[in-house]
């Protein structure tokens, strides 16, 4: 009788259960381990000779041996020592001709062995790297980019492993170095993906993006600066992701596990869910770690600008499409703006993209925006100030351009405002009568920051009430060019306002007048401010029982009464009275001579939550204006936003009200559409509707023994229904009697 040929699935059913034996009692089988690795050797040698002259049946073999083989590796740790270098060279030799399902099973059983801790990281990625720049199958490189990725991020789960890092960030930024290689484009994508998962967040990756930015490859320019502009962007997206797929419902599950069988499956679901619930709340918990951004990471702003800007931007021979130009322009005045580095060439060639038929224009005021800041000299400023006026904004020019001049010049003047002359300005404040509204509002908008930043340079009618009261007191003082504001603590202003308040509504209560108060001055001046009471936080300050009240002990110690004057009319007025004006509230002293109390700092708490509210609310938008290229940078929308405000047209506004909504084909009522959703999350229909879908025949017999039921019956039924609704229905829902 001839011998039965042997199946494939018989073969493949063999090597699954000799894996099982050689893993369970490795010395017991170890004989048959080695005929195996001599069959995988021989094979080996065969492959290595000659890939392509191997036949298709040699292959699969060899595939599974190398599969068992890379299974039990750690089992039998003296006969497998070659077995990596094997497969390496294999790889290393043969990768571009080896057939695409042996090369796949070569990567994932090195990866194997590297989980098995057969290898190291060290030994894998730069044998998985050379590969990746160098073969040209595509799906071979997105099977070794992804296996780097996985490789790097189980390393670094528990602690930072600082050796393979630096040994992959040597071997990115070699490959970064060469600047003509359009091959440093993966050193890119690497570092962008592992920043964004924050296994990376110190200065070399920020090192080998900033080499990868003054690559001659227009890509790699492109990639690399889209990672100083956008990657906290990036990596917000990335955690709201998977903070979304990590979501579960405990409430959900136990529900279907109440509902359901009861079995072990269902109760291990249950305590999988708990533990991932208990695990997000821990890691909500957790201590933050430090989100420092790339761009302040940088070793040498000033000297990566200058180079960025002379090689991409000034040189005429570069040759980088528009769009990449705008983001390096971006990028250099956002840094400019953010470290206050001072670069003049820069302003100079800004001077022949400054007009309305320039291309992307509105992304070129937003650089110059970005990159002005109190350092730079204002006569600098000055000059393009005047060249997007008489370029933009005239009575001919179109309103939409209009709006964009004036509001690039207000966010040009809110970093440097020492940069507009006065004939400009009152020009300027003049558009505010428009008809158009975008460019009334940019105009306004220009008027509101001059009341603050220099209500000088406006006429008399147009400073308003706050800025003349401001300019009589001294308040509002005319800046300085490099003059820089004092570090203070937030919110100080408001805790110094509260307490003045407090002592002119105590003085009012016991009916002092304020005069008694200047007495005062003196004395308060050498008192340290000391109260025990104000040292617990529960204490308040409309506790006055056991104070003591000061008053002058004779009139000689009092203020002198002030003068009177005579006008026109022989009315006499006081000298207090014509200045109705008060004194600005000195916070630094509060600051500088008391100690702050518990109890002064949790008013101090209270007031900063109050103010952030009311700003949220439509408070002051202007400081925020200013301090937002300091984090956010400028975009050409936010300069092109004052145009938006015209009157929106029919199809708009329906386009703006379908937006968000599903598309239905058919109306349906709020019912149908609730019961769709229903039906589509899986949820079952409630008892009373099922009641009412029941069939007519099936309810017919039971409605005529109702009709037969007796007095006596009936009340058993009714005292049993109470009785099941207590303790939770039929089921009872695990509750007992």
């Known amino acids: 009788m001839p ?15 000799l894996q099982w034996k050689l893993r369970k009692d490795p010395l017991a089988y170890q004989t048959e381990f080695i005929e195996l690795w001599q069959h995988f050797d021989s094979a080996r040698e065969r492959v290595l000779a000659d890939p392509l002259g191997v036949d298709g049946e040699s292959l699969a073999t060899f595939r599974e041996h190398m599969d068992l083989i890379a299974h039990c590796a750690e089992k039998y740790p003296d006969i497998t020592a070659t077995f990596p270098d094997s497969l390496r060279d294999i790889l290393s030799t043969h990768h571009a001709t080896l057939d695409p399902a042996l090369r796949e099973k070569i990567v994932t059983s090195l990866s194997l062995l ?4 057969v290898i190291d990281s060290t030994y894998l990625l730069p044998i998985f790297w050379s590969l990746l720049i160098s073969t040209p199958s595509k799906t071979l490189r997105a099977l070794l980019y992804q296996k780097i990725i996985s490789d790097v991020r189980e390393t670094n789960t528990r602690a930072k492993n600082h050796k393979v890092n630096r040994t992959l960030q040597q071997a990115l930024y070699n490959l970064v170095m060469d600047r003509s290689s359009p091959k440093s484009l993966w050193a890119v994508k690497v ?22 930015a003054m690559s001659d490859d227009h890509k790699t320019v492109g990639s690399a600066v889209k990672f100083f502009l956008g990657s906290d962007k990036e990596r917000e997206d990335y955690e709201d992701e998977s903070s979304d797929e990590e979501a579960v419902d405990v409430r959900k599950v136990k529900h279907q596990i109440g509902i359901n069988k009861k079995t072990k499956k269902s109760k291990k679901i249950l305590e999988k869910a708990t533990e991932k ?10 201590n933050q770690q430090l989100n420092f951004s790339a761009l302040h990471l940088l070793l040498d702003p000033q000297g990566f600008c200058e180079a960025l800007f002379e090689k991409h931007l000034q040189n005429k021979k570069s040759r980088l499409p528009l769009d990449i130009k705008l983001d390096i322009l971006q990028l250099v005045t956002r840094l400019v703006g953010l470290h206050k580095l001072t670069i003049l060439p820069l302003y100079s060639y800004f001077t022949s993209h400054l ?12 650089s110059l925006a970005q990159a002005t800041h109190s350092l730079v000299p204002p006569e600098t400023i000055e000059v393009l100030l005047q060249k997007i ?23 040009i003047c809110a970093r440097q405002p020492l940069a507009m002359n006065e004939t400009l300005l009152q020009d300027l404040v003049e558009y505010r009568k428009s008809k158009d509204k975008g460019v009334s509002m940019s105009a306004r908008g220009l008027l509101s920051l001059y009341r603050e930043k220099g209500a000088e340079m406006l006429r008399k009618k147009d400073r308003g009430k706050d800025a003349t009261i401001g300019l009589k007191s001294g308040e509002l003082k005319q800046q300085i060019f490099g003059e820089e504001q004092v570090g203070e603590i937030e919110g100080l202003e408001l805790l110094a306002k509260w307490k003045e308040e407090q002592k002119k509504r105590k003085q009012a209560e016991k009916g002092l007048s304020e005069d008694v108060d200047g007495a005062e001055k003196n004395e308060e001046e050498d008192d340290d401010g000391y109260n025990s009471s104000d040292w617990e936080v529960a204490s308040t300050d409309s506790d006055e029982s056991g104070e003591w009240i000061r008053v002058a002990e004779s009139d000689d110690e009092g203020e002198p009464e002030p003068k009177k004057r005579k006008v026109d009319g022989n009315d006499e007025v006081d000298e207090e009275k014509e200045d109705s004006t008060e004194e600005p509230i000195d916070f630094m002293k509060l600051a500088t001579t008391q100690l702050l109390t518990p109890a002064d700092l949790a008013k101090l708490k209270e007031l900063r939550l109050e103010a952030s509210i009311n700003k949220a609310m439509g408070g002051d938008k202007r400081k925020e204006m200013e301090a937002r290229h300091m984090d956010e940078g400028l975009t050409a929308e936010q300069i092109e936003a004052p145009a938006k405000l015209r009157k929106s047209t029919k199809e708009e506004r329906v386009a703006l009200a379908k937006e968000g909504k599903p598309n239905r084909e058919e109306h349906k009522s709020t019912s149908a559409i609730r019961k769709s959703k229903k039906e589509a999350e899986g949820k079952s229909t409630t008892n009373r509707e099922k009641a009412r879908r029941k069939n007519f025949l099936m309810t017919l017999g039971k409605a005529k023994s109702k009709q037969k039921r007796s007095l006596v019956a009936t009340r058993n039924v009714l005292k049993a229904h109470i009785e099941r609704s207590k303790s939770g229905g039929r089921r009872r829902n695990g509750q007992s009697k």
Do not use: Y
């Not at 590297?114 to 801790?117: L, Y």
């Not at 619930?277 to 957790?286: G, I, P, S």
């Open 355 to 366: 007009t309305p038929r320039q291309q992307s224009v509105t992304s070129f005021l937003a």
């Open 389 to 411: 006026a008489n370029e933009f904004v005239s009575e001919a020019s179109n309103v939409e351009v209009c709006a964009a001049g004036i509001n690039a010049i207000r966010e």
């Open 114 to 117: 590297r989980r098995k801790e």
């Open 3 to 17: 011998k039965r040929k042997v199946t494939a699935a018989e073969k493949v059913e063999g090597l699954a259960i």
């Open 191 to 212: 570092v962008r993906d592992l920043w964004r998962r924050r296994i990376w967040d110190d200065a070399k990756p920020v090192d080998i993006m900033r080499q990868a």
């Open 277 to 286: 619930v208990k695990r997000q709340e821990k890691k909500k918990n957790a």
